[in-house]
């Protein structure tokens, strides 16, 4: 008997593939065999931890965003981007150690993390709270550096909105004289998605074993509303990522806007693409699959975006 929570589906392969629509999803059938095939989905995650169609095997696993804590500059409403590496101020090493004390039980298997010190700090202060993430060894990845704000940096946030709106721009998309257009900054996370897949790939394809049939979805009732582990439990693979706020904004409108992402229920698309506040969390699901000794994305959906209620508590 499943529970209220899980719901099970069952189809026979045909010559082509098929489409169904189940939960308001779209999945595909794939010809394999003319044996009955049964396909498990739960309201937690809609996902297996690992999956095999037509003999391909596939690995679902976590990635977890999160912003550094605030620096002097944030408080005083100066930009920073790359030239200026500025510590944590005070507040913002608590706001490190809220995200540590509110992360502690999620389990991690791989920690990416720029190589600027605002974000290595914040990344320590998470690993050092953590539960499960003692000896992990912390990648630090010059790809994860905040965006460059050319001749803009170090001076007033508002006069960088100001010139923004003179150039009929938006303050996300407008480039600074010598700064990173939003094109480069997006070249880099989807160079650091790739060595991301190849990582992790390297890490934990073998695990998976030969026979993916065999391998049960994660046992799980849906996550409740603002739990640390929303969308995770029981997915033994997942990765934290450590970086900055122009950055995941160019990361969350590329995962949704070039790569197909789903936004979570009741969240739009202006949320979604706005700046992360200092230390929020924002988390998805990811399916690789291995074609050609390459690992390539086959599918990604957002369980939360922006999250920061840890600070508030």
């Given at each position: 008997m499943f529970s209220p929570h899980v719901f099970t589906t069952c189809f026979h392969h045909r010559s082509s593939p098929q489409v169904f629509t189940l939960l308001g999803l779209h999945f595909v059938s794939t010809p394999v065999s003319t044996r009955l095939s049964v396909v498990v989905f739960t309201t937690a995650t809609m996902f297996r931890s690992s999956v095999n169609f037509q003999g391909m095997k596939q690995l679902t696993f976590g990635l977890t965003l999160v912003r550094h804590g605030e620096t002097r500059y944030n408080k005083e409403g100066l930009l920073q981007g790359q030239a200026i590496d500025c510590p944590l101020s005070e507040i913002g090493l608590q706001q490190a150690e809220a995200a540590g004390r509110y992360l502690k039980d999620v389990k991690f298997s791989n920690v990416f993390v720029s190589d600027m010190q605002r974000a290595q700090q914040t990344a320590e202060a998470i690993l050092k709270r953590s539960s499960w993430c003692s000896g992990l060894q912390m990648v630090c990845e010059p790809l994860l550096k905040e965006k460059s704000f050319g001749t803009a940096e170090g001076g007033r946030v508002q006069d960088f909105?100001?010139?923004?709106?003179?150039?009929?721009?938006?303050?996300?998309?407008?480039?600074?004289?010598?700064?990173?257009?939003?094109?480069?900054?997006?070249?880099?996370?989807?160079?650091?998605?790739?060595?991301?897949?190849?990582?992790?790939?390297?890490?934990?394809?073998?695990?998976?074993?030969?026979?993916?049939?065999?391998?049960?979805?994660?046992?799980?009732?849906?996550?409740?509303?603002?739990?640390?582990?929303?969308?995770?439990?029981?997915?033994?693979?997942?990765?934290?990522?450590?970086?900055?706020?122009?950055?995941?904004?160019?990361?969350?409108?590329?995962?949704?806007?070039?790569?197909?992402?789903?936004?979570?229920?009741?969240?739009?698309?202006?949320?979604?693409?706005?700046?992360?506040?200092?230390?929020?969390?924002?988390?998805?699901?990811?399916?690789?699959?291995?074609?050609?000794?390459?690992?390539?994305?086959?599918?990604?959906?957002?369980?939360?975006?922006?999250?920061?209620?840890?600070?508030?508590q």
């Open positions: 909105r100001e010139m923004a709106k003179a150039a009929g721009q938006s303050v996300l998309s407008f480039t600074a004289p010598e700064g990173e257009t939003q094109e480069q900054v997006k070249e880099r996370v989807k160079e650091f998605l790739e060595k991301m897949l190849l990582h992790i790939g390297a890490d934990h394809w073998d695990d998976l074993g030969e026979d993916e049939a065999d391998l049960s979805a994660p046992q799980q009732t849906p996550p409740a509303e603002g739990m640390a582990d929303d969308g995770v439990r029981g997915v033994p693979v997942h990765a934290l990522v450590v970086t900055h706020g122009a950055y995941m904004c160019v990361a969350v409108r590329y995962f949704v806007e070039e790569l197909g992402c789903s936004l979570p229920q009741g969240s739009d698309k202006a949320h979604a693409f706005s700046l992360s506040p200092n230390t929020g969390i924002c988390r998805f699901l990811l399916t690789m699959r291995k074609e050609d000794d390459r690992f390539k994305l086959a599918e990604m959906c957002c369980v939360f975006v922006h999250r920061g209620d840890h600070v508030k």
